[in-house]
């Protein structure tokens, strides 16, 4: 049997037992009860500490590695069992209106030699003062405010993983988790929601592209959001698990020039823009999100790049058995300035909860095709098939 059809078939096999498994459980709430909040320490009279931990267990089979020659032609079969998210995050009140977050990441542990990071880093650690809800200020390292699914926690993700374009536009202003000063707030009782951030970006000493920055302007990035009054977002989500609803169009920008490289005398500018439709109604939820991006260089011989990319994806919500079936569609135009560089990804899954979102279950079958001057297309292949199998236990 081809390692495609064993794929199909277990995809199928798992597909049907998550089912079965669900139907067992109650008819009302969750098997293994509500979702749990963490444990939280009182500190004093508005000083508080909130402990959580995350682990995320990973199974991958599938097209996973390239065949091993100088130039690979084939994708290869093989698996892949590691840890995809270990978390420690510690958050709460210093006084009354100033929150806190520091949160170690140990992600990727035991994968695959070359993939794994087997490493504590930091990657939340900032503080946010809130004057009123029209205004706050936030300071430290988090995320900087541009795409919808990239700003939603991994916890709460519809699928195991990111799209692609999403996750290529992440990569843009260096690392999207970096210091900088955020101003956000919400208007007209959530109506409007903004959020503008001001940071290094590309610093002096960075590495783009195997060169060194010598210096560079500040990057900076606006985000606004619209709900109509009654559906707004109380808590930002993939996966509502069936209760509520929301309704939000994002639009976000974010640039930085003036970037310079040590012993050249040209520089480089990098801007993106994107918009998000968000929404769900009881347990029907769907989002839509296009995100583009120029990196713009003043070497005459060095062509402009611009890459574009649009997913959408829904999810049905079952109660009872507590399963979600999903699918995306996305389309990922590595560089518009050239012919035949799209990719193309086609993922279907299914979540199963038996704690809400501390305990979960995904599967997840991805199918991508790549046109001849995409990034992933090989002489003899240009699919990739990958089945995805993901835990979250969340304490």
């Known amino acids: ?21 669900g139907g067992v459980a109650h008819a009302e709430g969750f098997l293994l009860g509500e979702e749990g909040k963490g444990v939280t320490v009182k500190a004093a009279e508005n000083a508080d500490l909130n402990v959580r931990i995350r682990l995320q267990p990973r199974f991958d089979a599938g097209d996973l590695i390239k065949s091993d020659e100088a130039t690979p032609a084939s994708y290869e079969s093989e698996t892949d069992f590691y840890l995809r998210r270990i978390r420690l995050e ?6 009354k209106n100033l929150t806190y977050n520091l949160t170690f990441e140990g992600d990727k542990n035991s994968k695959a030699p070359g993939k794994s990071s087997n490493e504590v880093k930091i990657l939340y650690a900032y503080g946010n003062y809130k004057f009123a809800d029209p205004f706050s200020v936030r300071f430290g390292k988090a995320k ?53 951030a001001g940071g290094d970006g590309w ?14 302007g500040l990057l900076y990035a606006a985000r606004v959001e619209f709900s109509p009054p009654g559906w707004g977002e109380k808590s930002q989500s993939d996966a509502h698990l069936g209760k509520g609803r929301h309704l939000t169009v994002g639009a976000n920008y974010a640039a930085q020039d003036g970037i310079e490289y040590a012993g050249s005398a040209f520089e480089e500018d990098r801007t993106l823009w994107g918009m998000d439709l968000s929404g769900h109604w009881r347990g029907l939820t769907a989002q839509v999100e296009y995100n583009a991006w120029k990196e713009e260089f003043s070497d005459p011989s ?18 009872g058995g507590n399963v979600e079936p999903t699918i995306r569609y996305e389309v990922y135009e590595q560089d ?22 501390s305990v979960k279950f995904s599967a997840n079958y991805a199918m991508t095709e790549f046109e001849r001057n995409a990034k992933g297309f090989l002489a003899n292949d240009d699919k990739q098939n990958v089945f995805q199998v993901q835990g979250q236990l969340y304490f």
């Open 302 to 319: 060095k062509p402009d790049k611009e890459p574009k990319g649009w997913y959408a994806q829904v999810g049905y919500f079952i109660p």
């Open 1 to 21: 049997m081809k390692p495609g059809k064993k794929i199909v078939r277990t995809v199928a096999s798992v597909a049907a037992a998550v089912l079965f498994l």
């Open 336 to 357: 518009s300035n050239k012919a035949d560089t799209d990719q193309k990804t086609v993922t279907a899954g299914i979540n199963w909860y038996l704690k809400g979102h």
């Open 90 to 95: 510690l958050g709460g009140h210093i006084v």
């Open 203 to 216: 610093e002096p000493g960075s590495t783009v592209n195997g060169k060194t920055v010598h210096k560079s």
């Open 144 to 196: 900087l405010p541009y795409s919808r699914v990239s700003l939603t926690s991994s916890s709460k993700q519809l699928l195991i993983e990111r799209p692609f374009s999403t996750e290529d536009a992440k990569k843009l202003f260096d690392d999207y988790y970096q210091a900088h000063l955020l101003l956000h707030g919400k208007l007209a009782e959530g109506i409007l929601a903004y959020s503008l």
